[in-house]
């Protein structure tokens, strides 16, 4: 996949964490395709795991009831990987900075810290009810000489 072509997969899962096992194998699948780097590619499907994981818990709160979607895209420059769940909503705006010196020694509220480090772009979007977040890395293309 690492030519021109489009690819798009898309699914509907459980709130439950073998829901975010598969999200994540799926990223993981789909930057390897895209020819993303040996480095790259485990970055990537962590920040896809680490949003898969916020949709469940955070957004979801494990309820049975409630489903996320997950979609990944290759394009020729990108992929593109939508996380959506059906919860309160989130405003990025107001979550704790994690580097804050009250913050540093926190088991958790790290995952949107780590999304923006590892993707080059990360979007969010207020679905009514939920959060939808867009995670995008760009395809660097072939050197010459390399």
Do not use: C, W
Not at 13 to 36: C, H, I, M
């Amino acid at each position: 996949m690492a030519d021109s072509t489009t690819s798009r997969v898309s699914f509907t899962l459980d709130s439950s964490l073998d829901s975010v096992n598969k999200v994540e194998l799926t990223a993981e699948q789909y930057a390897a395709r895209a020819g993303f780097d040996e480095d790259t590619v485990p970055h990537i499907a962590m920040a896809v795991r680490e949003a898969a994981v916020n949709a469940v818990l955070h957004g979801n709160a494990y309820d049975r009831n409630k489903h996320i979607t997950a979609s990944f895209e290759t394009t020729t420059d990108s992929l593109i990987v939508r996380i959506a769940d059906q919860g309160p909503g989130l405003n990025p705006d107001t979550l704790p900075d994690p580097l804050a010196p009250e913050n540093i020694l926190r088991g958790s509220g790290r995952g949107i810290f780590l999304i923006r480090a590892f993707m080059d772009e990360v979007h969010f979007r207020q679905l009514h009810p939920g959060t939808e977040l867009t995670l995008i890395k760009h395809r660097t293309p072939a050197q010459p000489g390399t």
